[in-house]
């Protein structure tokens, strides 16, 4: 069992796992529920952003695919968080 | 892993055909997390309002217990290439556990909510999460069985079948990653 203790895809669910703790944190502490707070908003998206990424790199082992395949799924999440962040910054 | 082992083994993980159903299925629910998005900017007050009555803790945890299920998920997927069957077995079965611990969580959610009064109805904040949250849920009660499947095959069947493993736990993954985004957007932003 420690061989799966060293893989580097347990080093990637501890990572998450972190972030995940992060922005947990970030929002439970992060001021008052009911006040727009631009900080709060682009942390737990920048981090939702770089958790998504590592999924599909790491576990959906996109890093192994074809380069077609690598550009169609970090298309979707820089497309994804842009539009997110855009479309959050211009209702403000 | 090497630069050059990297190159040799590039291939697509799993039925190519899965693929299309999961770029498929980031673009559908990409463009609900848009459309929340902007919706969300028209009335603050009210989304934030509504955000505060979710169960952070739950949302959380249950992030936590999907990631951990992806991550047993995908040592199954690699003891299975390896030809450890009986550890595949074993850490699919993990992973198994723990993806059938979200909709049990999301059940002492979704109770107390609607026991309070909270439906689709309530207002857009809700309707957002409650078609979300439930077509995300539908995803999860699926792959919940697509794994089942893969481990009767690696059970049962003389020689493993490993395409099916490896499209089973790519599946898996996509319930995993949706779920992030969902939590950032319903439960965490501002």
């Known amino acids: 069992m420690t061989t799966y203790l060293r893989n580097p895809l347990t080093i990637v669910w501890a990572l998450l796992t972190a972030v995940t703790v992060v922005s947990w944190l970030t929002a439970r502490d992060g001021g008052a529920a009911h006040l727009v707070n631009v900080t709060v908003t682009v942390v737990v998206l920048a981090i939702a952003a770089v958790k998504a990424q590592l999924v599909i790199w790491h576990f959906m082992e996109v890093r192994r695919a074809p380069t077609w395949l690598r550009a169609t799924t970090a298309g979707w999440v820089v497309v994804l968080f842009a539009l997110l962040i855009g479309f959050y910054f211009q209702s403000l | ?190």
């Open chain 2, 1 to 190: 892993m090497t630069a050059v082992a990297t190159t040799a083994r590039r291939s697509i993980p799993g039925a190519p055909s899965m693929w299309f159903f999961v770029i498929g299925d980031l673009i559908i629910f990409g463009c609900y997390f848009v459309a929340y998005m902007y919706y969300r900017g028209q009335d603050h007050t009210l989304f934030l309002h509504s955000q505060a009555r979710l169960n952070l803790d739950i949302g959380a945890i249950n992030t936590i217990v999907l990631i951990t299920s992806s991550l047993f998920v995908a040592l199954g997927t690699a003891a299975a290439r390896a030809g450890t069957v009986t550890d595949a077995v074993r850490l699919f079965g993990i992973g198994l556990g723990f993806g059938a611990a979200f909709p049990l969580l999301k059940l002492f959610e979704y109770v107390p909510e609607i026991v309070g009064g909270v439906t689709p109805g309530t207002n857009l904040f809700f309707m957002f999460y409650f078609v979300m949250t439930g077509m995300h849920l539908c995803h999860v009660l699926l792959g919940l069985v697509v794994i089942s499947f893969v481990i009767r095959n690696l059970r049962t069947a003389p020689t493993p079948n490993i395409s099916l493993a490896e499209t089973g736990a790519t599946y898996w993954h996509m319930v995993d990653l949706l779920w992030l985004v969902l939590f950032a957007l319903l439960y965490l932003m501002r």
